[in-house]
């Protein structure tokens, strides 16, 4: 039996991963004892105090564990964290050490969501591959620096350390590891029970591309802008380098530097953005998407946007387009 330890850190945090975590790993025991065997996972909560009071009181929660009593943890779960994250990561910081500790000692841990960010303090993503929600990825690359940020991936699975991507994607994150220490017929199950899409893997067509612009490269700042006001137009990079009064090389190493984005890559997404936004009012044939965000070949512009939002402009299109089913 694995001991499923979910930490419950001070401040703002996702009752939502807490009760979803729980109800499903029930349902995997269930499942288990319906076959005539023993229950697959056991369940608790760990925090510093028995009880804690959240969401302007609305809400209590009670740990069956504080982090200075002795108890087992297979798996360590940090939930997301809402509200201002960089107080979150600052207030949480005595549970770094317990946390090291348990991953020291066996147990995996795993991250769901923002939670990454007080999983990046304990330094244990170090060198490691990380997903967290996208809108908070260039805080993150900003802070932790010698982490591998991937922003359109579901999840990561490196060294016992595990996770997710934009919230509800955390879902998809318990049933690999059910099927990955369970079984997979029991992960399609649950998938089935709770209606969701197993083996999904990129959040990429959630993402809404806003470059990062919290540095002091004035050349690149006044780049960006560049692109951002002509992207309509077959810009290259030596004429956007040329603008900035830069050497290309040296512009697109600086451009890297402080967007983590190539040039050519920035520009592909600001490109895909605006398709994005005009696909999503279907007004537009795609020909008519693609000539008005600076493409002229229907097939190189299907080629990027399929790159870069994981499906093509017409199932895009069709996704956010159609009528609401009754």
């Known amino acids: 039996m694995k001991h499923i330890s979910v930490l419950i850190p001070e401040g703002d945090i996702s009752l939502t991963n807490v009760e979803g975590i729980h109800h499903i790993f029930a349902e995997v025991n269930k499942a288990s004892q319906r076959a005539g065997k023993p229950p697959l996972f056991h369940f608790q909560l760990v925090g510093k105090h028995h009880s804690q009071f959240m969401k302007q009181n609305f809400f209590s929660i009670h740990p069956n564990y504080l982090i200075t009593d002795d108890f087992r943890s297979d798996l360590v779960i940090i939930p997301a964290l809402h509200g201002d994250i960089f107080k979150s990561v600052e207030i949480n910081q005595g549970l ?31 060198g490691r591959s990380c997903a967290t929600h996208w809108i908070h990825v260039n805080e993150f690359r900003e802070m932790y620096p010698d982490v591998t940020v991937v922003d359109d991936k579901i999840m990561t699975d490196e060294g ?12 998809n994150l318990i049933l690999y590891y059910i099927e990955k220490h369970a079984s997979r ?72 530097s402080a967007t983590s984005n190539s040039v050519f890559e920035y520009l592909q997404r600001v490109k895909v953005e605006a398709a994005k936004k005009q696909l999503e009012h279907g007004r537009k044939t795609i020909n008519e998407v693609m000539y008005d965000t600076g493409y002229t070949d ?29």
């Open 96 to 126: 770094v050490p317990w946390i090291v500790d348990q991953y020291t000692k066996g147990a995996e841990v795993m991250s769901l969501c923002t939670g990454a960010f007080l999983l990046g303090s304990t330094g244990l993503l170090r």
């Open 160 to 171: 016992g350390i595990y996770t997710s991507g934009a919230a509800y994607s955390y879902l």
């Open 185 to 256: 017929d029991i992960a399609i199950l649950i998938a089935k029970i709770f209606a969701l899409d197993m083996g999904r893997t990129s959040q990429s067509q959630f993402i809404i591309f806003q470059g990062y612009k919290q540095h002091s490269d004035e050349s690149v700042l006044k780049a960006q802008e560049y692109i951002e006001q002509n992207y309509q137009q077959k810009i290259s990079v030596d004429e956007i380098a040329t603008h900035v009064s830069l050497g290309r090389r040296n512009f697109e190493r600086r451009f890297k």
């Open 298 to 326: 229907i097939k190189a512009f299907r080629d990027v946007f399929r790159k870069v939002v994981g499906m093509s402009p017409g199932e895009y299109r069709l996704k956010y387009t159609r009528e609401p089913a009754l």
